[in-house]
């Protein structure tokens, strides 16, 4: 490539830099200016470093966590993406494939090297990954040139099976496990997106690509549109959130109560109880009912109430209800307590 070449490269990153630059800029001086920078300080210096520099929200996982999660994460096409080795392989050099190969790799070293690990942080390399097995497909894996060995295909397959059974079958035993109970729903689930994908399998493997790959969607979009629309919002334990909205309702002392929640942050939490709820720590939540005790409201999950109680000094709380669930966030049940102060 000549100097008119790379100047004319050059020009074009410049171009792309200052559209990133133009869509980004309106956002963040306006958060600067609303948080008068505390939002830089939070989200940069505590919470991106803290990930980086340990395992922040309970996740501190060891490299290899992403690639052995992958099989669920992408699933039903992770077998493609598999089958889609030897293909990007040999077509390195073309430049639509090596700007795939530079989208996914340095980011999902990056994923796999920074301790704080969870499951959706790999998802915006998953295009390119849908891209490099979609095109690898549509060229029949070049059968004629590099058809993948026997072993990589039953290897795809059974990597394949293993992680769209284990995502059909934690579907049909969340509600067991989150609230002690079978829902019909998910455990009807398995056999029918299981035979939807095996039909699929079936396909794929003797070539048939349009009807295998609709049978794949088929399967997947039965699997999340039950999941999603039925099993999910029918258990209560996991919307712990929408559980102290309801009960807040039904016991809030004034029209106006305020809620400060100690162990329990959320954000969904804030949605659904209003902007005036304090996420804070245990001796928090005991100043905020000793600042109103009225009407302020405290929710305490149990890691906080020592604290929450010791705060208080002589003055006895009020539990009104208390709640029991699982944080999907950090992985980890949930009790808690609601209290106020009785009127004196």
Same mark, same amino acid.
């Given at each position: 490539?000549?100097?008119?070449?790379?100047?004319?490269?050059?020009?074009?990153?410049?171009?792309?830099?200052?559209?990133?630059?133009?869509?980004?800029? $309106?956002?963040?001086?306006?958060?600067?200016?609303?948080?008068?920078?505390? !939002?830089?300080?939070?989200?940069?210096?505590?919470?991106?470093? &803290?990930?980086?520099?340990?395992?922040?929200? @309970?996740?501190?996982?060891? $490299?290899?966590?992403?690639?052995?999660?992958?099989?669920?994460?992408?699933?039903?096409?992770?077998?493609?993406?598999?089958?889609?080795?030897?293909?990007?392989?040999?077509?390195?050099?073309?430049?639509?494939? #090596?700007?795939?190969?530079?989208?996914?790799?340095?980011?999902?070293?990056?994923?796999?090297?920074?301790?704080?690990?969870?499951?959706?942080?790999?998802?915006?390399? !998953?295009?390119?990954?849908?891209?490099?097995?979609?095109?690898?497909?549509?060229?029949?894996?070049? #059968?004629?040139?590099?058809?993948?060995?026997?072993?990589?295909?039953?290897?795809?397959?059974?990597?394949?099976?293993?992680?769209?059974?284990?995502?059909?079958?934690?579907?049909?035993?969340?509600?067991?496990?989150? @609230?002690?109970?079978?829902?019909?729903?998910?455990?009807?689930?398995?056999?029918?997106? @299981?035979? /939807? !994908?095996?039909?699929?399998?079936?396909? /794929?493997?003797?070539?048939?690509?349009?009807?295998?790959?609709?049978?794949?969607?088929?399967?997947?979009? /039965?699997?999340?549109?039950?999941?999603?629309?039925?099993?999910?919002?029918?258990?209560?334990?996991?919307?712990?959130?929408?559980?102290?909205?309801?009960?807040?309702?039904?016991?809030?002392?004034?029209?106006?109560?305020?809620?400060?929640?100690? @162990?329990?942050?959320?954000?969904?939490?804030?949605?659904?109880?209003?902007?005036?709820?304090?996420?804070?720590?245990?001796? &928090?939540?005991?100043?905020?009912?000793?600042?109103?005790?009225?009407?302020?409201?405290?929710?305490?999950?149990?890691?906080?109430?020592?604290?929450?109680?010791?705060?208080?000094?002589?003055?006895?709380?009020? $539990?009104?209800?208390?709640?029991?669930?699982?944080?999907?966030?950090?992985?980890?049940?949930?009790?808690?307590?609601?209290?106020?102060?009785?009127?004196?």
């Amino acid at each position: 490539m000549g100097p008119r070449g790379r100047l004319a490269e050059a020009a074009e990153a410049a171009g792309g830099a200052r559209i990133v630059v133009a869509i980004a800029a $309106p956002w963040l001086i306006a958060i600067a200016i609303k948080s008068k920078g505390a !939002f830089f300080a939070e989200s940069v210096g505590h919470d991106m470093l &803290g990930k980086v520099s340990g395992g922040q929200e @309970g996740k501190g996982l060891p $490299p290899g966590y992403y690639l052995g999660t992958f099989w669920v994460t992408f699933a039903p096409w992770s077998l493609l993406a598999l089958l889609a080795v030897p293909w990007t392989w040999a077509r390195r050099r073309l430049d639509t494939v #090596r700007f795939c190969i530079a989208w996914i790799v340095p980011s999902w070293l990056v994923f796999e090297a920074v301790p704080t690990k969870l499951l959706h942080y790999t998802l915006p390399v !998953f295009p390119a990954i849908a891209a490099l097995a979609a095109a690898a497909l549509l060229d029949n894996f070049d #059968r004629s040139r590099e058809r993948p060995r026997r072993w990589l295909t039953v290897a795809a397959v059974a990597l394949g099976v293993i992680g769209f059974g284990a995502l059909t079958l934690a579907v049909a035993v969340i509600p067991w496990l989150v @609230g002690q109970r079978i829902d019909p729903i998910a455990v009807s689930l398995v056999p029918a997106v @299981g035979g /939807l !994908f095996a039909l699929a399998l079936h396909l /794929l493997l003797r070539g048939e690509r349009r009807i295998g790959l609709a049978a794949g969607v088929g399967a997947a979009a /039965l699997l999340y549109v039950g999941t999603y629309a039925a099993v999910l919002p029918s258990i209560d334990g996991v919307w712990v959130s929408r559980q102290a909205a309801r009960v807040v309702a039904q016991v809030r002392p004034c029209a106006d109560s305020a809620v400060a929640s100690a @162990g329990y942050s959320e954000p969904s939490l804030v949605f659904l109880l209003g902007t005036p709820t304090k996420l804070v720590h245990g001796a &928090g939540a005991a100043t905020h009912l000793l600042s109103d005790r009225a009407c302020g409201l405290a929710l305490v999950e149990d890691r906080e109430a020592a604290a929450f109680l010791d705060s208080l000094g002589t003055a006895t709380p009020l $539990p009104l209800a208390e709640l029991a669930g699982f944080n999907y966030n950090t992985g980890k049940r949930l009790h808690l307590t609601l209290y106020r102060l009785p009127a004196s």
